[in-house]
């Protein structure tokens, strides 16, 4: 099975990614999660980024093209995959469409996960990840040090979980991601997906439609 998760920041896209991944045994690609690690590792790429990333701005297209090409030809396709944090645009997903028409592969849906602006900016602020196993937490209000509910391990706020880049994430969602809610249901292949509500909820919605 070939699809994307779509959906603004906080929408719990790396959540219920992990959980798609386990139930239907497809490759989870995050872009997000490819780049941090590069910044992380001070690679080439990596130092190309930092500065993109953690201001919440769009790493240029031609660096995240050849990461998908890198990506999808050293894990093949043939188990599925599902893109979470790509296409972030319509050149990326025109890019990817020529891609896949290439590869000869179909993407059978688009996940898109619904959930409105005031309730992002809340989960962004108390969004917590693990150093260790990488699981994402929320935390309450004013804590700052916590561990990670799933393995014991440290949490951290990401730099760009932080008030002005927030701010600018979203805007960077409505101008140039949300377009392609539209993109792809003109294809015929948009599932929307309410995200309110607990994980397994929403995990339950995402199962029922597919
Ligand atoms: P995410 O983890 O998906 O929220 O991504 C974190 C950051 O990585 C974004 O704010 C961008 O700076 C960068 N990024 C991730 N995916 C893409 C993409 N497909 N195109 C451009 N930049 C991206």
Do not use: W
Request: proline share 3%.
């Amino acid at each position: 099975m070939m699809l994307v998760l779509l959906g603004p920041p906080g929408a719990g896209k790396g959540t219920q990614a992990k959980n798609i991944e386990k139930k239907f045994g497809i490759d989870h690609i995050s872009t997000g999660d490819i780049l941090r690690s590069e910044i992380k590792k001070n690679s080439v790429l990596g130092m190309k980024v930092r500065e993109y990333v953690e201001n919440g701005k769009l790493v240029p297209d031609s660096l995240i093209i050849e990461i998908i090409k890198e990506v999808i030809s050293s894990n093949g396709t043939k188990n599925g995959f599902l893109m979470d944090g790509f296409p972030r645009n319509i050149r990326q997903a025109d890019m990817f469409s020529g891609m896949l028409d290439e590869l000869g592969i179909k993407l059978d849906r688009v996940i898109n996960i619904v959930v409105d602006r005031e309730e992002i900016i809340k989960r962004l602020g108390k969004r917590r990840v693990c150093k260790l196993c990488h699981a994402v937490s929320s935390v309450n209000n004013g804590e700052d040090s916590a561990i990670c509910p799933k393995c014991g391990g440290e949490l951290i706020k990401r730099k760009d979980d932080n008030g002005e880049i927030i701010r600018r994430r979203l805007e960077v969602y409505e101008e140039e991601t949300s377009p392609l809610i539209e993109y792809y249901r003109k294809k015929g292949i948009l599932l929307n997906i309410d995200g309110s509500g607990t994980e397994e909820e929403v995990t339950g919605r995402i199962f029922e439609s597919l």
